[in-house]
């Protein structure tokens, strides 16, 4: 390294992604526990029961869940499917429900900690958006510039 001072950033980036793997494999493993666990079937049935329509019984099926350090997880839970009603046509589909995946926060096929990350930079995209324009706006008008950064932090 004090050869190549500048292969710290390198490093840096391969420790990063070293350390993100190992807690990814740690996550899937704590997500593998958690979902055995017996006490976990307590609040499976009550996201079932508060369904905002009729389901059936699980039943399993595999799914591709991400994470946030990006592994991606190939996984078997029980999908409840929604109780058909006699007048419903029998080619329209209907959304089920992963009881196990929703208890622990999952939706989309992420983690709760992706959907935060992802919720978080798109914000901020807009954020940056919303702040480009109004820049825009106001680049005719130099004496309004100093009221930019105010008037996008409302």
């Known amino acids: 390294m004090a050869d190549v001072p500048d292969a710290f950033a390198e490093i840096e980036q391969e420790i ?16 593998a526990e958690v979902a055995v666990q017996p006490t976990m079937n307590e609040p ?9 329509q009729p389901l059936q019984s699980p039943e399993p099926r595999r799914l591709r869940v991400r994470l946030l350090c990006g592994l991606m997880l190939f996984i078997t839970t029980g999908h409840c499917a929604p109780r058909r009603k006699k ?27 992706l959907q935060y990350t992802v919720a978080r930079t798109r ?13 825009s706006r106001v680049a005719a008008e130099p004496s309004k510039a100093r009221s ?3 008037s996008i932090s409302a």
């Open 87 to 113: 007048q419903t046509d029998s080619q329209e589909r209907q959304a089920g429900l992963y009881p196990e995946l929703a208890a622990l926060g999952f939706g989309k096929g992420c983690s709760p900690a």
């Open 16 to 31: 990063d992604w070293h350390f993100r793997q190992g807690a990814g494999q740690l996550t899937a493993a704590l997500l």
């Open 44 to 52: 499976f049935d009550q996201i079932r029961q508060q369904a905002m």
């Open 123 to 135: 914000r901020g995209i807009s954020t940056m958006r919303r702040f480009v324009v109004e820049a």
């Open 148 to 150: 930019v950064g105010r």
